[in-house]
């Protein structure tokens, strides 16, 4: 059993058998048929893997959609867009639907507050410049750019970046995490970031740490999560490798990752989305 899958079946136990859940209140989400979308929750989760020593964090208990995941990490960093017609257009990812604000878009948030401050340059050149400057963050939890529209506010909403000797660290800063659902989808898109950045400033993809403020299952999700912990994990060992010559941030694509070693067990699950 990897890593990854140790800490998920915990993670998931811990939350079925002494999560908090939110029934006693008001909550934000809902299902499409109205229905307030309650959740059991830990708080103040935290994940630590060692890229450089073959650590990632990407389940085998269920498959994961990297692919896409990759690929909303490129809408948000490369892109900068905040427009779900590109989303959609370039990239066939349609789970954003659901928070449009009216104007095709999710409002000022993610790619467009990356490209508002200017974010990801600034990160890149802070690197290259100043590698062992502790200033190195990425934040997109801005309160103007809330103020400016509505939309949801950003999940991973913060990134954090240190060079240690020939290696880059990052840790992913997360407020919120919808666990069966985005769990390890969030993991290994900022794995893949990592290894982009990583590759566009010249270092090799360190150590990537996940801290999550309040991990949850949603309560239509508790049978699925109970199933998933029946499961025999794979005994391979998945990494993710990017592979090309590039070193332009912007030049990355899809095509340049693999997967490697990567059998998750079958079928998927279904779940019901809270919004």
């Not at 840790?171 to 919120?176: E, F, G, N, P, Y």
């Not at 990567?262 to 919004?275: R, S, T, V």
């Amino acid at each position: 059993m990897t890593k990854a899958d140790i800490l998920y079946v915990n993670n998931i136990k811990e939350i079925i058998e002494d999560g908090y859940s939110t029934e006693d209140g008001k909550v934000r989400p809902h299902y499409k048929d109205g229905t307030p979308a309650h959740t059991l929750f830990i708080t103040q989760v935290y994940e630590k893997y060692d890229i450089s020593k073959g650590e990632f964090p990407i389940t085998t208990l269920r498959p994961t959609a990297w692919k896409s995941g990759i690929k909303e990490i490129l809408w948000i960093y490369q892109d900068q867009s905040n427009k779900l017609e590109v989303l959609k257009n370039k990239y066939n990812i349609h789970w954003w639907d659901d928070w449009n604000v009216g104007d095709g878009t999710i409002g000022q948030r993610y790619g467009a507050t990356v490209k508002k401050y200017d974010l990801m340059n600034k990160l890149l050149n802070g690197i290259k410049d100043q590698p062992y400057g502790r200033r190195h963050i990425i934040d997109m939890y801005q309160y103007s750019d809330f103020e400016e529209t509505k939309g949801l506010h950003p999940c991973a909403f913060m990134t954090e970046w240190s060079v240690r000797g020939e290696y880059l660290d990052v840790t992913l800063i997360q407020r919120s995490n919808d666990y069966l659902v985005a769990g390890h989808i969030n993991k290994i898109q900022y794995v893949a970031l990592l290894m982009m950045v990583a590759k566009a400033t010249g270092y090799k993809p360190g150590i990537f740490a996940h801290h999550i403020q309040n991990l949850h299952i949603y309560d239509r999700h508790i049978s699925q999560a109970k199933e998933l912990l029946q499961r025999k994990p794979s005994d391979k060992n998945p990494k993710l490798i990017l592979d090309t010559d590039k070193t332009n941030f912007y030049d990355f694509t899809l095509d340049d990752f693999k997967m490697v070693d990567y059998e998750p067990i079958k079928p998927q699950l279904k779940f019901e989305l809270a919004i």
